[in-house]
Every structure is written in C-alpha cells, then in structure tokens.
C-alpha cells in the first residue's frame, strides 16, 4: 500500500529537516515502497519542493510529490468539459498546473475563477474576479493563515468572503478550515 505523507512538520519544519527524516526515506526507498509527498501549497512545484528538500539534505525525485496545485487543476479537469478559461489569483505553479491539464488564461470570458495563495493581490485582482464570479468559483486551498517562520501572516485567501457574491457558492478543497 502507497505511503501518503505530508511535508511541512512531517519531514521539514522550515526548511530543516526533522530527525530521521533522512532515514525514514531511505527506509521507504531500500524496501522498494511506494510513496507520495503532499502539500497543500500552490504556490511551489514538484520541482521546487525537490529542490526544498534537496536543500535541507533529503533527494526525493519529483515524481514523489503531488501538491495542491495538481490536484486544482486534476479537479478543474474532470468538471470542466469544454469549458477550459480561467482567471488565476496565485503564484506561477498554479497557473502551470493549469496550462499544462489544457486551460488558457483569461481576464474577460473565465469559466472558473481560481484562487491559490499568493503574496500579491492587489485590488484591481480582486475586482476582476469578483466580476467573473458569475458561473462558478474553485479554490484551493482555503487557508485563513499560513505558518512562517516568524509565526503566521494572511494567506491573502478570500474565497471564504467572497461566497455570496453574486450568489455563487465556491468549491473548496484542501486544509479543512472551520468557518
């Protein structure tokens, strides 16, 4: 049976490695089982948390991660259809994930308004989706809060505040937040 494990206080805390750690994918790796790293940030690709680990002394290839991003952009795949724009409030691996299941970007005619983490909206990003929220709304993940190293800070996420607007209701999925 797969292992599905989580990176952030499971096997990194920062970006430090946690004791055993190194052992632990080593003991995964010399009995041949499988094994899947998660994240419920959009913000980073396979690529990118290959390199995180890589950083804190943990060689973990890119297959072996599957993040939030992929699984938006798995979701928005399986319930689009034919309808393929989207207006993207996130960073660049969210809108990759997204070109790459088939979707081009689009400021006036999106399907689906999907909203990541970022560190950079801005008002006129959030007017514009709120225009767009006509026929649908997907986020992922809503995270009220983001831990950092110096505590926490805004995940800059408001789907949560924007339901209602226009009397769509979003569709969520990643972290479980209460509201």
């Known amino acids: 049976m797969p292992l599905l494990c989580d990176i952030d206080g499971v096997i990194l805390h920062d970006n430090t490695a946690l004791p055993g750690a190194v052992e632990f994918i080593a003991r995964l790796r010399a009995r041949n089982h499988p094994f899947l790293f998660l994240t419920n940030y959009p913000s980073q690709t396979p690529g990118d948390l290959r390199d995180r680990l890589k950083s804190a002394g943990l060689t973990v290839e890119e297959s072996h991660f599957f993040t939030s991003a992929m699984a938006t952009a ?4 399986e319930q689009a ?3 393929r724009k989207v207006f993207v ?3 660049g ?3 990759h994930e997204l070109y790459q299941a088939g979707f081009t970007h689009s400021e006036t005619e999106a399907d689906f308004v999907v909203l990541g983490e970022t560190r950079a909206y801005n008002f006129d990003m959030i007017q514009k ?3 767009l929220i006509l026929r649908g709304l997907a986020s ?10 110096a505590g926490a800070r805004p995940a800059g996420h408001w789907p949560l505040q924007s ?5 769509a209701s979003p569709s969520t999925w990643g972290n479980r937040t209460r509201t």
């Open 163 to 167: 339901r209602g607007s226009r009397g």
């Open 74 to 77: 798995q979701f928005l795949n």
């Open 89 to 91: 409030l996130g960073e």
């Open 140 to 149: 992922s993940p809503p995270m009220p809060m983001s831990p950092v190293r």
């Open 129 to 131: 989706a709120s225009h």
């Open 81 to 83: 259809g034919d309808r």
């Open 93 to 95: 691996a969210l809108s």
